[in-house]
């Protein structure tokens, strides 16, 4: 290695923007996303285990309940870019009132929820699913809308720790609500130690108790007096109208991006829940070890979304370009090996939904599953460039071209083209994963053509310093003419 290659690899190593850097704030949230995926991986590994039409049930029904929520989500979440901004221009007494606009979204969403409710039969009659699978979405769904308000409020209370760096309590309390989730999963599940077998209901009712207990402990974090009196997480409750505006002005179209993301998904496993238990099981577990792979580089992407928020809080664009690049490079060669592994040795992330499920009903659910992880490989690849460059972008605050492109390619490029070839020309199952490895595709250079314009190094979600004109001097510089 030559003296300037070692530099080069010392500079993007050590240094503001470079690999340390991003390691040190997206380490705590790989783990914790890392966590999430875990649990998420262990809850339907048991369902599989319980019965097929309990894990043919629970990604159609999760997923139409997080896709409802993920419109509050990404609004209040968006708190995070608040808070990293914020805490760049060293505006600190802003964070907690900017922490409270989310909570008041979360509360907001959680009512929604609620009603949602008593509308559960109705939908998923419309859906067309098996009887003993529609029973168990609808038994899943409702009690996941009991967690609304938990879900939704802790992920904006979570923007007070990212947005400053500060990590690491995000990724414990995360851990601890993953050991509850998956502690009561078993009891609820399998009725054990006394408690009565619930099946789906128990899933469902232990992901809520966790919710809860995650909420819990961010309040209690954030009552600390010291960050009460320098961010002003408590004294800063107030409801305020521009401040709350902006939130909805920048956050909204993340909202309504997640939202739409994962609606284009939720259509796209209902329409393949068309196709019968077997097509719809697969497809979930597929879709279940991606979460694996997918999932810890959600938190390397939150934490490039918070170095650039900082960044640009400070006026420096062009370290917050390091950092992106510093990310995808990291993000890339991680997704790269889970893709190799995919193809390669596919029994190691099948072999656990097959240990206690029953040989007869699950052999062609695996065989079919070992197919679909080839789709997984490809878009894998390609989604570092989705999840690093909208993150980046986001950051900086340009939600809105992120919803438009999500819209756009969504529509046309995943749900309609999966319906048309399922539902009317009869093409099966392959039809279906084709599109949605393009729609990934799509995203990704959408993304990336978006951050090399350069459009979002211009943009910040916070106020604009207002100029202050010292007494005694001119309002407008002295200008020396030349003779």
């Given at each position: 290695m030559t003296e300037r290659a070692r530099k080069n690899l010392l500079g993007r190593w050590e240094g503001e923007g470079g690999y340390r850097e991003v390691l040190r704030v997206a380490i705590p949230l790989v783990l914790s996303t890392s966590a999430w995926s875990v649990q998420h991986f262990v809850d339907r590994m048991f369902l599989v285990w319980y019965s097929p039409e309990a894990i043919a049930a629970a990604m159609p029904a999760g997923i139409l309940n997080f896709t409802i929520m993920s419109f509050f989500i990404g609004t209040a979440s968006y708190v995070s870019t608040f808070v990293a901004q914020y805490y760049g221009a060293e505006k600190y007494s802003r964070i907690g009132p900017a922490l409270w606009q989310g909570i008041y979204v979360s509360l907001l969403g959680g009512i929604v929820m609620f009603c949602l409710i008593p509308l559960a039969p109705a939908v998923f009659s419309l859906v067309g699913h098996e009887q003993m699978v529609r029973e168990n979405e609808v038994v899943y769904f409702q009690y996941l809308c009991l967690g609304g308000i938990p879900v939704i409020a802790s992920s904006a209370l979570a923007g007070f720790f990212s947005g400053r760096g500060r990590t690491w309590p995000v990724m414990w309390v995360n851990f601890f609500a993953t050991a509850v989730n998956l502690f009561l999963d078993y009891i609820f599940i399998f009725g054990r130690w006394g408690v009565p077998e619930m099946g789906m209901r128990g899933a469902a009712l232990a992901t809520v108790i966790s919710a809860f207990f995650s909420l819990a402990v961010y309040i209690v974090l954030l009552a600390d007096k010291d960050y009460n009196r320098i961010f002003h997480t408590i004294k800063g409750w107030r409801p305020e109208k521009d401040l709350f505006a902006r939130l909805v002005r920048f956050g909204l179209p993340s909202g309504i991006q997640f939202f739409l993301d994962?609606?284009?998904?939720?259509?796209?496993?209902?329409?393949?829940?068309?196709?019968?238990?077997?097509?719809?099981?697969?497809?979930?577990?597929?879709?279940?070890?991606?979460?694996?792979?997918?999932?810890?580089?959600?938190?390397?992407?939150?934490?490039i979304s918070v170095l650039v928020g900082q960044y640009l809080g400070k006026d420096n664009p062009d370290l917050a370009q390091k950092s992106v690049y510093?990310?995808?490079?990291?993000?890339?060669?991680?997704?790269?090996?889970?893709?190799?592994?995919?193809?390669?040795?596919?029994?190691?992330?099948?072999?656990?939904?097959?240990?206690?499920?029953?040989?007869?009903?699950?052999?062609?659910?695996?065989?079919?599953?070992?197919?679909?992880?080839?789709?997984?490989?490809?878009?894998?690849?390609?989604?570092?460039?989705?999840?690093?460059?909208?993150?980046?972008?986001?950051?900086?605050?340009?939600?809105?071209?992120?919803?438009?492109?999500?819209?756009?390619?969504?529509?046309?490029?995943?749900?309609?083209?999966?319906?048309?070839?399922?539902?009317?020309?009869?093409?099966?199952?392959?039809?279906?994963?084709?599109?949605?490895?393009?729609?990934?595709?799509?995203?990704?250079?959408?993304?990336?053509?978006?951050?090399?314009?350069?459009?979002?190094?211009?943009?910040?979600?916070?106020?604009?310093?207002?100029?202050?004109?010292?007494?005694?001097?001119?309002?407008?510089?002295?200008?020396?003419?030349?003779?």
């Open positions: 994962m609606a284009g998904f939720s259509a796209f496993i209902l329409i393949l829940g068309r196709l019968g238990t077997v097509s719809l099981a697969a497809t979930n577990i597929a879709f279940n070890i991606n979460t694996l792979a997918f999932m810890p580089m959600i938190g390397l992407g939150i934490a510093s990310g995808f490079v990291m993000t890339s060669v991680y997704m790269c090996a889970f893709a190799v592994l995919y193809v390669v040795v596919p029994d190691l992330f099948v072999a656990p939904f097959a240990a206690q499920a029953d040989p007869e009903e699950f052999a062609e659910i695996y065989s079919l599953t070992v197919v679909l992880l080839r789709f997984v490989a490809l878009y894998s690849v390609f989604d570092a460039m989705n999840i690093i460059f909208s993150s980046a972008i986001k950051g900086a605050g340009d939600t809105r071209f992120v919803m438009y492109v999500i819209v756009i390619i969504s529509v046309f490029v995943l749900v309609v083209p999966t319906y048309v070839t399922i539902m009317l020309l009869d093409f099966g199952l392959m039809a279906g994963w084709t599109f949605a490895t393009i729609y990934v595709i799509a995203l990704s250079f959408a993304f990336f053509l978006r951050f090399l314009g350069g459009k979002w190094k211009t943009m910040r979600v916070i106020e604009e310093p207002v100029p202050i004109i010292c007494a005694g001097l001119p309002e407008c510089p002295a200008v020396d003419l030349e003779p």
